[in-house]
Nanobody, 133 residues
Framework: QVQLVESGGGLVQAGGSLRLSCAASGRTFRSNAMGWFRQAPGKEREFVSAINWSGRSTASADSVKGRFTISRDNAKNTVYLQMNSLKPEDTAVYYC??????????????????????????WGQGTQVTVSS
């Protein structure tokens, strides 16, 4: 079992930055690929970014590529999402997720990486990010 706790959300103006953190406990964190998803009101949960167990491989959705960066510190059992150049459409509850596998779930199609929530096994409670225009 893996327990995940997100932090770092808040209210920010468009163009600003936030860094989300996800602290993991329980099973060996270092063996798990991790991901970030988000869910806006009335919308489905959507993939944001993923990172493999070592941190050497990452992938992001086209909507955040070049603005968001995922990273991890296995010594601290923490994964991060650095969000820059935030836009109002980034407003959502952001969730941290973990898999039981070392590799990132998901796939490339026509140059774009995608993943779905059902490919992840453990979830945090979420943290609200609100971007004002």
């Amino acid at each position: 079992q893996v327990q995940l706790v997100e932090s770092g959300g808040g209210l920010v103006q468009a163009g600003g930055s936030l860094r989300l953190s996800c602290a993991a406990s329980g099973r060996t964190f270092r063996s798990n690929a991790m991901g970030w998803f988000r869910q806006a009101p009335g919308k489905e949960r959507e993939f944001v970014s993923a990172i493999n167990w070592s941190g050497r491989s990452t992938a992001s959705a086209d909507s955040v590529k070049g603005r968001f960066t995922i990273s991890r510190d296995n010594a601290k059992n923490t994964v991060y999402l650095q969000m820059n150049s935030l836009k109002p459409e980034d407003t959502a509850v952001y969730y941290c997720a973990a898999t039981r596998s070392q590799g990132m779930p998901g796939r490339y199609y026509s140059g774009s990486y995608s993943s779905t929530a059902d490919e992840y096994d453990y979830w945090g409670q979420g943290t609200q990010v609100t971007v004002s225009s």
